[in-house]
């Protein structure tokens, strides 16, 4: 059974920077595409970036593209999304998954293609 279990948020101000971390226990995860998903209060779980299972691709958000990176290692079971020049509208619930499929070729950004999530870890972004 795969466990993850992200850290890293808090309360920032508008135009400040927070670093998320997933670690993964239960299973290694170097075979599988790894997304960070958020959900703001009355609002639907939404895509927020993935990275493949080698590293070598990402894919962003349109809404946090050029302001937010992702990186794994995958020695560590780890993954991390750097948010940089942060927004009031980044406040949300942000979640760590794992995609279910090993060696997907797609860059899925579809919740029902993740399998296993973390708790979640809340980020406020104050104006």
């Known amino acids: 059974q795969v466990q993850l279990v992200e850290s890293g948020g808090g309360l920032v101000q508008a135009g400040g920077s927070l670093r998320l971390s997933c670690a993964a226990s239960?299973?290694?995860?170097?075979?599988?595409?790894m997304g960070w998903f958020r959900q703001a209060p009355g609002k639907e779980r939404e895509f927020v970036a993935v990275?493949?299972?080698?590293?070598?691709?990402?894919y962003f958000a349109d809404s946090v593209k050029g302001r937010f990176t992702i990186s794994r290692d995958n020695a560590k079971n780890t993954v991390d999304l750097q948010m940089d020049s942060l927004k009031p509208e980044d406040t949300a619930v942000y979640y760590c998954?794992?995609?279910?499929?090993?060696?997907?070729?797609?860059?899925?950004?579809?919740?029902?293609?993740?399998?296993?999530w973390g708790q979640g870890t809340q980020v406020t972004v104050s104006s």
């Open positions: 239960g299973r290694t995860l170097g075979t599988y595409n």
């Open positions: 990275i493949s299972w080698s590293g070598a691709r990402r």
């Open positions: 998954a794992a995609d279910g499929r090993s060696l997907r070729t797609v860059l899925s950004t579809q919740r029902w293609d993740y399998h296993y």
